[in-house]
């Protein structure tokens, strides 16, 4: 009797472990397929992330490193400075250089030959306060602001042309608006900022003068062309109203090159505004 009651309660502890193993197995396979499936799904994700951070970084590879807020360039294709980079920016560099060479001379151009033939070395090691986007020149000095006497003849004329540009300026900046769904008057353009407004009206983009906005300007024209210094005819040459709101902010971000100096000629200037370049700050101050 004893032992035919063992030999069903063998039985069924057979039984019972084989059907906990092939139990065991089965959840095992279940696990394997949810945990491909995770997997499958971690993958798609970190390709997703990596495409978009490589789209959003691959156009410039100083952009990664001194983009803040998304702010610090443009999204304009036509922009030189925020999409031109690496070697076909050397090429189109150097070519332009042998083209010049071409119609005048190579005399006195060794140090920019230098400076186009060095141009990833310098970009990529120039300390912070000197660190141009598109093109630098080496042994150029360098301060956070020049004096006025650096370029006193340009610098007295804008100031005598102050009432005529001033003019100028309120008439375009007072226009309605230039088309339907638009605040801003014809010429105007929007451009991003992480605080404020910013508007800007361009007389001259790039070195090529927008002929529509001129002929609204023609004493700020004329001004331009008796200036000794202004850049024309050349991708580095701008000259622009520019227009601020209260308040507003422009991301710091350094320019396209370190050969040429910005002049700010304030038209109305709110209380306490300032510029900063590097560590310094300066008041602007309506002339």
């Given amino acids: 009797v004893w032992h035919s009651w063992l030999w069903p309660w063998d039985w069924w502890s057979l039984e019972s472990v084989r059907e906990m193993v092939a139990g065991g197995m089965q959840s095992i396979r279940e696990c394997e397929i949810c945990a491909f499936a995770i997997a499958m799904c971690v993958l798609l994700l970190f390709m997703w992330y990596c495409y978009r951070v490589g789209r959003e970084h691959g156009s410039s590879p100083l952009r990664g490193r001194y983009l803040q807020n998304g702010f610090a360039f443009c ?5 030189f400075r925020c999409t031109s980079a690496g070697e076909s920016l050397n090429q189109r560099l150097y070519h332009s250089l042998q083209e010049y060479a071409k119609r005048y001379t190579w005399s006195g151009m060794g140090r920019v030959h230098k400076g186009v033939r060095d ?5 990529n090691s120039r300390p912070t306060i000197q660190r141009p986007e598109v093109f630098f020149l080496p042994d150029l000095p360098s301060a956070p602001f020049f004096s006025r006497e650096v370029q006193r003849h ?3 004329l804008l100031e005598q042309s102050f009432p005529a540009l001033l003019a100028e300026f309120e008439s375009i900046y007072h226009q309605p608006p230039g088309r339907s769904g638009s605040s801003l008057p014809p010429g105007w353009k929007a451009n991003n900022t992480p605080r404020g407004q910013w508007w800007t009206y361009y007389l001259v983009n790039q070195g090529t003068p927008l002929v529509l906005n001129v002929r609204r300007c ?3 024209w004329r001004v331009l062309g008796q200036l000794r210094t202004f850049i024309s005819n050349n991708v580095f040459g701008n000259a622009c109203f520019s227009v601020l709101t209260p308040g507003a902010l422009i991301t710091e971000h350094y320019g396209p090159t370190n050969v040429r100096l910005r002049c700010h000629l304030g038209k109305r200037m709110a209380l306490n505004s300032h510029v900063y370049c590097y560590v310094c700050s300066r008041f602007s101050e309506s002339i």
């Fill in 75 to 79: 999204q304009s294709s036509e922009c």
């Fill in 218 to 220: 023609p004493r700020a």
């Fill in 119 to 123: 141009q990833g070395r310098y970009l």
């Fill in 154 to 156: 340009d610098v007295e």
